[in-house]
C-alpha cells in the first residue's frame, strides 16, 4: 500500500523526496567525540569586549605564541589599532586585566587559583600604560579582588581574609583589618553562602572620591563546620570549612567604613536584629553616602537603606514585603542616578518583574514597564536622554530580545527583532551595543549595532560552525505547550532522531533542571548538554525538557507556586509531561526515562519515585536528596526553615519516598561537592540498602559540584550513554 500511494505521486515530489532522504542518509552522525573531544559544536565568540572611553574601541584579552596581550580594536572595522599590554614584554603570562577610568593603568592578574564558584587569589601586578613600566602588588604574594580606586592612587584587596590597600607612588601598604582568621572572620570578601547564593564574592567597594572603604565583615565563629575528606596521598586530608546548612547559623555580618585621612572605622547602623542578610552595598554617588540592602532571614522582606559614612547613621528609604519571598536581583537591577536624582530599579510586586522610577528618598515617580511579561535584566540607564535599555520576554518567554523606554514609559521600542536570545554590551555612551544572538537552532552571531538597532557590521557569524552542523545529522529542537491535568499550560521542546518515522515508536529521555526561577526551555543555542542530547537523537531516542511550575519568564505566580513545598508540583509537572508524551503515536510508553543534575537529579530521582508508573529508568547527577543537607540563604527562601515547616522538607526529600522505586536507578557525585554534599548521595544510597532497593551507583573522587578536570566529562557522559542504553 504504501508503495503504491508513493508511485502515485507527482515525479518531481518523488525526485524531491529522494534527494532529501539521499541528504539525510549522507550526513555524519553526531558520535560522542564530535560532543566532548573535537568540539565540533563548538562556537566563536568575541569574548571580552570591554568598552573604551572613545565608544570607537573595546579592548581585549587575546593570547598567541607569544603570551596574553591586551589589544585595542576598533569596533567597526575589527581592525587591531595598538597593543595596550604586552605580557611578553613585561614577562608576566596574565589572564585578566581591568583598566582605571581614564585608561592610563591596568590592573593585571596572573597564577590565579580559583577557591569556590566565584573565588579566587592570584598575583597582581598595576601597568602604566604610558611607560609600560609594572609595580608588582603585596611583594608577590597572592591577593584576591584586586580593585583600583577612582582617584588611581591605591590599590585596595583582600589577604587572609583582611582588608588591604597599597599606595601607588610609594608602594607603601595600608593594613584596615587586623580580626581576619580562617573559619573565623573574613573582611571585605564574601562567606561560602553568600558566595554561592548571593552570587558576591568582592565584599569591598571604594568611594567615587577614592577617599573611603566600605566593606563588609562576616562573623562566622558560630556557624557549623562541613568536613570534606580530599583523597590523596596515604592518608586522606580533612578540608573544614563554615557551611550553614538550613536552620542552622548563619554569619553575623555588619557594614563598616573606613576613611583614609581621618584613619579610623565607622560601623553603619543595621539595626538591633543580627540574624539577617546584608547581601549588597552600593556608593549613592558620593562619599557621604553609602546604599545597603537589608533581607531578613526570611527573605520576604527586602529594606533600602542609606547610610551617613561619617556618623554612621542609617536611615529606611524601601521596603518591600511579600508572603512568599522578595526577589533580589543578582543582575543587580538598582541604578542609582547622578546628582542624588533617585534611582532605577526593578521589581515583582505587580505580579512580572518590571522597571520602577523612584526619587531620592524612595518616592514612587512612576512605574515604568508593566504587562504580562518580565524584564530579566536592565542594561543600562542613559540619563541625558532619559531612556532606560533592557532585556524582556515580552516577545515571548522562549526568548530575550532588548527593548528602549523613556523614563516617564513612553517611546518603547523593540532594538533586537530577530526571534531567538540576545545578550547586549551596550557602550558605556549608549551609541553602540554588541548583539550576541542565537537561536536554538543557529548559532551565535555577534553583530554592532548602533543605539536604535541599525545594523553597522557583523563581527561573527559562525560561518565554519554553521556548515558543519549542515553535514551532520542535527535535529531543531521543536518547541511545543501542553497543559497538565491542572489546567496548567508548560512550556517544553522536543529533540527527535534525525530520521524519525512517525509511524515507529521511540523511547524517550526526559532532562529536567525545574529549580525556582531556571529556565531550560528558551530558544538559544545550547550548551554540551544539548550536544550530548543531539547524539542520543542520533542514537534513536527522542529527547525531552519541560519547564514546570517554579521555573522563570512566566512571572511571580508560576514561579512562586513551589513556595513551601518544593518538589510537588514540579515532580507532577515532570509526570504530567510524561504522560502527554505517551498519549502520542511515535512514543514508546514503556521505555520513558528521566535524568537531571543538582535540582536536576533531585527531580529525576522524585520522578522515579513518584511516578514508577510513568519512568522506566532515571540518572540522578549530584542530587539534593534532603533538603536539611543544603545551605541556609537558598533553602530558607523557598521552604522557610526546618523548624517552621519541617513538612515541607521532608514530604518531598527521595529519602521519605525510597520504598516506592522501581526501575532502574543510576546515581552518580563528586567526592569534593562543596556545594550538593556527597552526604546527600550517602544518605539515600543508607536509606536505599534498608528499603532493599537495587539501584547503580558511581562517585568521582575529589570532582566538585560541576564533575570535570581531565578525563572526567568524557567519561561521566560515556557511562551515562552506556547506562541509558542498556536500561531505556
Known amino acids: 500500500m504504501i508503495t503504491k500511494r508513493n508511485l502515485s505521486l507527482p515525479t518531481g515530489i518523488l525526485i524531491l523526496l529522494m534527494l532529501c532522504c539521499t541528504a539525510v542518509l549522507a550526513q555524519k552522525k553526531i558520535s560522542m567525540e564530535d560532543v566532548f573531544k573535537n568540539g565540533a559544536f563548538s562556537q566563536k565568540t568575541i569574548s571580552g569586549i570591554n568598552w573604551m572611553n572613545d565608544g570607537r574601541y573595546y579592548s581585549t584579552l587575546i593570547t598567541d605564541g607569544n603570551g596574553p596581550k591586551v589589544v585595542k580594536m576598533n569596533i567597526s572595522t575589527g581592525q587591531q589599532e595598538a597593543i595596550l599590554v604586552d605580557g611578553a614584554k613585561l614577562e608576566i603570562n596574565f589572564t585578566e586585566y581591568a583598566f582605571n577610568q581614564e585608561e592610563t593603568k591596568a590592573l593585571i592578574g596572573s597564577q590565579k587559583e580559583s577557591i569556590y564558584r566565584r573565588s579566587s587569589k592570584g598575583v597582581f601586578h598595576v601597568v602604566d600604560l604610558n611607560s609600560g613600566n609594572s609595580q608588582v602588588l603585596m611583594n608577590g604574594e597572592k591577593i584576591s579582588y584586586a580593585t583600583l580606586s577612582p582617584d588611581n592612587l591605591k590599590v585596595a584587596f583582600v589577604q587572609n581574609n583582611d582588608l588591604y590597600f597599597t599606595d601607588l607612588a610609594s608602594n607603601q601598604v595600608t593594613r584596615v583589618t587586623y580580626d581576619g582568621e580562617f573559619n573565623k572572620i573574613i573582611n571585605g570578601a564574601a562567606d561560602w553562602v553568600y558566595e554561592e547564593e548571593f552570587s558576591m564574592a568582592q ?124 526577589d533580589l536581583d543578582y543582575n543587580d537591577n538598582l541604578h542609582f542616578l547622578e546628582g542624588n536624582k533617585g534611582f532605577i530599579r526593578t521589581s515583582e510586586q505587580d505580579g512580572f518583574k518590571h522597571i520602577y522610577h523612584h526619587d531620592q528618598q524612595g518616592k514612587l515617580i512612576s512605574q515604568v514597564t508593566s504587562g504580562n511579561w518580565e524584564v530579566t535584566e536592565l542594561v543600562g540607564v542613559d540619563e541625558n536622554k532619559k531612556d532606560i535599555y533592557f532585556i524582556s520576554t515580552e516577545v515571548s518567554t522562549l526568548d530575550r530580545n532588548l527593548f528602549v523606554i523613556n523614563f516617564n514609559g513612553r517611546g518603547k521600542k523593540n532594538l533586537t527583532s530577530q526571534p531567538g536570545t540576545h545578550r547586549i554590551n551596550m557602550s558605556p555612551d549608549f551609541k553602540y551595543f554588541i548583539d550576541n544572538h542565537s537561536t536554538a537552532n543557529t548559532p551565535l552571531e555577534v553583530t554592532l549595532k548602533e543605539s536604535d538597532g541599525k545594523l553597522v557590521k557583523v563581527l ?41 518515522d512517525a509511524g515507529k515508536k521511540y523511547p524517550v529521555l526526559m532532562y529536567v533542571y525545574g529549580g525556582p526561577g531556571s529556565q531550560n526551555v528558551t530558544n538559544s543555542w545550547g550548551s554540551l548538554r544539548d550536544f550530548w542530547h543531539q547524539h542520543l537523537a542520533s542514537e534513536g531516542y527522542i529527547v525531552v525538557c519541560v519547564d514546570n511550575r517554579g521555573t522563570g519568564g512566566k512571572g511571580r505566580d508560576f514561579k512562586h507556586g513551589t513556595y513551601a513545598n518544593l518538589g510537588k508540583l514540579e515532580t507532577e509537572d515532570q509526570m504530567a509531561g510524561a504522560r502527554h508524551l505517551a498519549t502520542l503515536p511515535f512514543v514508546d510508553s514503556k521505555r520513558i526515562g528521566i535524568w537531571g543534575w543538582s535540582y536536576g537529579g533531585y527531580m529525576s530521582s522524585l520522578a522515579l519515585m513518584l511516578g514508577h508508573d510513568l519512568f522506566k529508568t532515571a540518572i540522578a547527577v549530584a542530587p539534593v536528596t534532603n533538603w536539611r ?100
Not at 479 to 487: G, R
Not at 641 to 646: A, D, K, R
Not at 660 to 683: A, E, P
Request: hydrophobic share 30%; charged share 25%.
Open 629 to 728: 543537607f543544603y545551605d541556609t540563604i537558598y533553602t530558607e527562601r523557598y521552604l522557610k526553615t526546618p523548624q517552621l515547616n519541617p513538612s515541607g522538607y521532608d514530604d518531598y526529600s527521595p529519602i521519605t519516598h525510597v520504598n516506592k522505586l522501581k526501575g532502574n536507578y543510576l546515581l552518580i557525585h563528586g567526592t569534593g561537592d562543596d556545594n550538593v554534599h556527597f552526604q546527600n548521595s550517602v544518605d539515600l544510597v543508607d536509606a536505599l540498602i534498608r528499603a532493599d532497593k537495587q539501584f547503580e551507583t558511581f562517585y568521582y573522587p575529589n570532582r566538585n559540584h560541576g564533575i570535570y578536570g581531565g578525563n572526567t566529562t568524557w567519561h561521566l557522559y560515556h557511562m551515562m550513554t552506556d547506562y541509558i542504553k542498556r536500561n531505556l
Open 203 to 326: 565584599a569591598f567597594s571604594w568611594s567615587p572620591d577614592g577617599k573611603k572603604l566600605a566593606f563588609i565583615r562576616f562573623d562566622e565563629t558560630e556557624v557549623p563546620v562541613y568536613n570534606m575528606q580530599v583523597w590523596r596521598g596515604l592518608y586522606p586530608e580533612d578540608y573544614r570549612f563554615k557551611y550553614p546548612k538550613a536552620g542552622e547559623k548563619n554569619s553575623e555580618v555588619s557594614i563598616h567604613v573606613f576613611d583614609l585621612l581621618g584613619k579610623k572605622t565607622v560601623q553603619i547602623e543595621t539595626g538591633s536584629e543580627k540574624d539577617i542578610y546584608l547581601p549588597r552595598i552600593y556608593w549613592t554617588g558620593d562619599a557621604g553616602t553609602l546604599a545597603f540592602i537589608k533581607l531578613n532571614r526570611l527573605q520576604n522582606q527586602m529594606d533600602l537603606y542609606y547610610a551617613n559614612t561619617n556618623s554612621g547613621r542609617s536611615r529606611l528609604v524601601l521596603a518591600e514585603k511579600s508572603e512568599t519571598y522578595v
Open 460 to 500: 561573527e557569524n559562525n560561518r565554519e560552525l554553521k556548515e558543519r552542523v549542515s553535514r551532520m545529522a542535527f535535529s531543531p529542537k521543536e518547541f511545543f505547550e501542553f497543559k497538565t491535568q491542572s489546567n496548567v499550560s508548560l512550556n517544553a521542546y522536543m529533540i527527535k532522531p534525525p530520521q524519525f
